[in-house]
């Protein structure tokens, strides 16, 4: 009678220890089978360099809006995804996926049990507003670099940037586009790329140039206003260009396919 007790303890003990090992936690679940490729904390721009895989914070940042911030259908994307990851299927920035190559499949390593718990994990960690914020400023630091070295004379937001936001789209099963389209599509950007590479060559020296003679002192307003008139004609030649490669990408395009594209933008 004295000894059942402890011995009963003892038992229930063991049986609350078995039941912990038997059900680790979202977190534990992720160190253990995402954490050798996908990095768990917010990276730093250095970091990001040495991975081989995208940072958590990062996937999840992007298949949650891919998937309207709709957390079921999240969920869906991410269990299926973990056991039969293809390009096709990938929301991910398709640079990303040419960057670290397709997911292998983590098929019969993760049952589907331990994944719905992962993936509810995951969608309730990430992105955190720490790395939102950290992106968001470096995205805005792109943008003011990429403002500062513009060739173009218009640098308004409503002007999209068509064959950037292609490329980044450029493998996407919702996008669909065509061998032909993509033929053609390469060959507007490589000419759009070439002429505008060309001219913003010739306008670094020539602005340069303008800024030296402006405070040397021998050096009078006439004498400069030619070379600030062949800047402005460099920049509405470079301009013409960029218009063109917007006119003739929309012109490859199917509507839908611009209102995949762009779907902020109202013509
Ligand atoms: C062996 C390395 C490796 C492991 C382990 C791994 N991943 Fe990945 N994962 C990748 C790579 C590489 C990519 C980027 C390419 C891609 O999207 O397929 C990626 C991309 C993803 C994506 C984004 C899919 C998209 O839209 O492009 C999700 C979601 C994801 N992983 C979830 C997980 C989860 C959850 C785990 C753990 C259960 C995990 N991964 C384990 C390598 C790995």
Known sequence: MILTKPLLLISTLFALTSTIQATPTGEELVKANCASCHSLGVPTPEQIQSFKAPAMEAVL???????????????????????????????????????????????????????????????????????????????????????????????????????????????????????????????????????????????????????????DEDTTLKDIKPKVDEIARLKAEASMIQLKCLKDSVAILTEEQLELLLPFWDA
């Open 61 to 215: 940042f992007h298949v949650k809006p891919a998937h309207n911030n709709d957390d079921a259908k999240t969920k869906e994307f991410i269990v299926d995804y973990v056991q039969n990851p293809k390009i096709k299927k990938s929301v991910c920035e398709s640079n990303k996926v040419a960057k670290f190559g397709v997911m292998p499949s983590l098929k019969g390593k993760v049952s589907p049990e331990d994944l719905s718990t992962i993936a509810d994990y995951l969608i309730k960690t990430y992105p955190t507003p720490k790395f939102v914020s950290l992106i968001t400023e470096m995205q805005t630091n792109g943008k003011m670099n990429s403002l500062k070295n513009s060739p173009f004379l218009m640098n308004q937001d409503k002007l999209p940037h068509l064959t950037k936001i292609l490329m980044e789209n450029w493998e996407k099963a919702s996008l669909n586009l065509t061998d032909e389209q993509k033929t053609k599509l390469l060959v507007v950007r490589k000419e759009t790329l070439t002429a505008v590479k060309k001219i913003k060559k010739a306008l670094k020296p020539l602005e340069t140039e303008v800024i030296e003679l402006t405070v």
